[in-house]
């Protein structure tokens, strides 16, 4: 009679049986992964917009306004504001959103090493040299502007007309009402459509301007830098439209008659130069995130929340207004 021999390893089937289970497992995990870190995304993104609004009335606490959208001095649409005085040479000072909210986020050293009046000596090195191994400012990012969810992780863009550089750019745009890129052209809706948000070019407006009711009003929303046609159709990047201190409509703030996450559809390329100009100014106004399903606002009360993409038209247009007298419902 013979002895059965210990069996040793395992059969085909049974390693097979063994590779599908680890695939499921794998399976399951990754998505919840993904999840954690979306979760984790954010809640560091909406720390952030906390932290813009909350500078925004600190701001307001210490010259009884909230901070311009930007200040650049463009005759005759945009003329100087009589609170800002120009230097010894007659300049006026030039400066966007956000160096207005660096003293109130910890970096006021860093608001301090900004030239008002001699713009293009922001982009020199302590030699002079333009664009220089050593440029600064208009390269310096600062943590608090990048949400997790931008599809890079090193939050410059490099420009392909001269003069060639890094620029920081922002996750953060300040709310400008119905448009914040103006249209000019004849025929279609002039600068008189925007300026009615909270952020306004050479304008300030305090709390008592706000008279849809701060928890009606957006102050800050995010913008996200994915647009593949835009980057690869237009000529141009939408990451080149988040200068965070170039002092441009189009670099501060955005409006909100573009749904949330709008980007140019996939046969822009084939349509007429008028339909894509409105799409490409469309496209520079809109908010969106790379969170999933909307993004992230700060409203005029302080308070943070999640809106969906999905969000009513009229009602997304009527949370950017300061003073539209709408009644704005569930949202």
């Not at 500078?55 to 650049?72: E, I």
């Not at 090493?113 to 400012?137: H, L, Q, T, V």
């Not at 300026?195 to 009003?217: E, I, M, S």
Request: proline share 6%; with cysteine.
């Amino acid at each position: 009679m013979s002895k059965l021999r210990a069996r040793l390893g395992f059969t085909l089937i049974e390693l097979l049986v063994v590779i599908a289970i680890i695939a499921i497992l794998i399976g399951l995990l990754l998505p919840a992964v993904q999840k954690v870190r979306e979760a984790a995304a954010r809640i560091k993104c909406t720390n952030n917009l906390k932290q813009f609004v909350t500078a925004a009335h600190n701001y307001h606490s210490s010259y009884d306004t909230f901070p311009y959208g930007l200040y650049r001095v463009q005759n005759p649409e945009f003329p100087a504001d009589p609170k800002q005085p120009t230097n010894a040479l007659g300049q006026n000072p030039r400066f966007a959103l956000m160096l207005q909210l660096l003293p109130y986020i910890e970096q006021d050293a860093l608001a301090k090493r900004w030239n008002m009046y001699d713009f293009n000596a922001n982009r020199r090195d302590e030699n002079g040299i333009d664009f220089g191994p050593g440029w600064y400012f208009l390269k310096q990012t600062v943590p608090t502007f990048a949400c997790p969810s931008q599809p890079f992780s090193e939050m410059r863009s490099r420009p392909s007309s001269p003069p060639d550089g890094l620029y920081a750019i922002n996750s953060y745009y300040g709310a400008a009402g119905t448009r914040s890129y103006p249209r000019r052209a004849t025929g279609r809706p002039a600068l008189s459509q925007f300026r009615d948000g909270v952020f306004d070019q050479n304008r300030q407006y305090g709390v008592t301007a706000v008279t849809d009711g701060t928890t009606n009003t957006l102050m800050f929303g995010e913008r996200h830098y994915y647009d593949p046609i835009f980057d690869s159709v237009t000529g141009d990047r939408i990451a080149d439209w988040g200068w965070v201190w170039f002092g441009a409509q189009g670099d501060a703030f955005l409006g909100t008659n573009v749904r949330i996450n709008f980007k140019l559809p996939a046969n822009f390329a084939s349509l007429t130069g008028g339909e894509q100009t409105l799409l490409f100014e469309d496209r520079i106004n809109a908010f969106g995130s790379g969170h999933t399903g909307g993004a992230n606002f700060a409203l005029a009360d302080g308070s943070v929340r999640f809106i969906r993409d999905a969000i009513s038209p009229v009602t997304f247009l009527q949370l950017g207004t300061r003073a539209g007298g709408e009644v704005v419902g569930d949202y």
